[in-house]
T-cell receptor, first 115, second 115 residues
Framework: GAVVSQHPSRVICKSGTSVKIECRSLDFQATTMFWYRQFPKQSLMLMAT?????????EQGVEKDKFLINHASLTLSTLTVTSAHPEDSSFYIC???????????FGSGTRLTVV | AQSVTQLDSHVSVSEGTPVLLRCNYSSSYSPSLFWYVQHPNKGLQLLLKYTSAATLVKGINGFEAEFKKSETSFHLTKPSAHMSDAAEYFC?????????????FGKGTRLHILP
């Protein structure tokens, strides 16, 4: 079945640095990928919709200059958290739509801790 | 280790009839459980969540789910289906903040509404 590989699974970075999270569709092409974040006991919050070859669509309240999304190919989308701060510490997860099968597959998530 | 099993990949019901989407889970801890809906080319939308309060959880659009620990189930129901309910539904178990610190998605159930 469709597999989405998300890396890294955990990352700790210093405040002020940038962190890149990758989301790859391994055996299918994904023109659309979604990026979410989640805090404990809360629901997933959609951050942005990533479209291959075009600019991402950000949800209200999400800073596009802080959370840079690049979807340069049909199998890879990246989320870069720039100038990270402790409040950016969260669980980030991506999902991709399998255009062929028509379903959605989720990555395993990235735990970001900013110290 | 956590897991989520959505027992049906596709469910078809007639408009106006009850909906039952099944979900079984396993978790080493007291999990948070969620149901999300995803319409084509849209991000996930939270239907309802269980976080160790009342076992019968009411959500949006007339959906509800009952947490049954003895059966390790969290099935989603709605008394009367509407055409607009046609979408993909995901059952999710979240152990964020616990030792495993993961979000586990079911594979999804595609709900078809017959006129």
């Amino acid at each position: 079945g469709a597999v989405v590989s998300q890396h890294p699974s955990r990352v700790i970075c210093k405040s002020g640095t940038s962190v890149k999270i990758e989301c790859r569709s391994l055996d299918f092409q994904a023109t659309t990928m979604f990026w979410y974040r989640q805090f404990p006991k809360q629901s997933l919050m959609l951050m942005a919709t990533s479209n291959e070859g075009s600019k991402a669509t950000y949800e209200q309240g999400v800073e596009k200059d802080k959370f840079l999304i690049n979807h340069a190919s049909l199998t890879l989308s990246t989320l870069t958290v720039t100038s990270a701060h402790p409040e950016d510490s969260s669980f980030y997860i991506c999902s991709a739509r399998d255009e062929g099968a028509g379903g959605y597959t989720f990555g395993s998530g990235t735990r970001l801790t900013v110290v | 280790a956590q897991s989520v099993t959505q027992l049906d990949s596709h469910v078809s019901v007639s408009e106006g009839t009850p909906v039952l989407l099944r979900c079984n889970y396993s978790s080493s801890y007291s999990p948070s459980l969620f149901w999300y809906v995803q319409h084509p080319n849209k991000g996930l939308q939270l239907l309802l969540k269980y976080t160790s309060a009342a076992t019968l959880v009411k959500g949006i659009n007339g959906f509800e789910a009952e947490f049954k620990k003895s059966e390790t189930s969290f099935h989603l129901t709605k008394p009367s289906a509407h055409m607009s309910d046609a979408a993909e539904y995901f059952c999710v178990v979240s152990d964020l903040g616990n030792r495993d610190d993961k979000i586990i998605f079911g594979k999804g159930t595609r709900l078809h509404i017959l006129p």
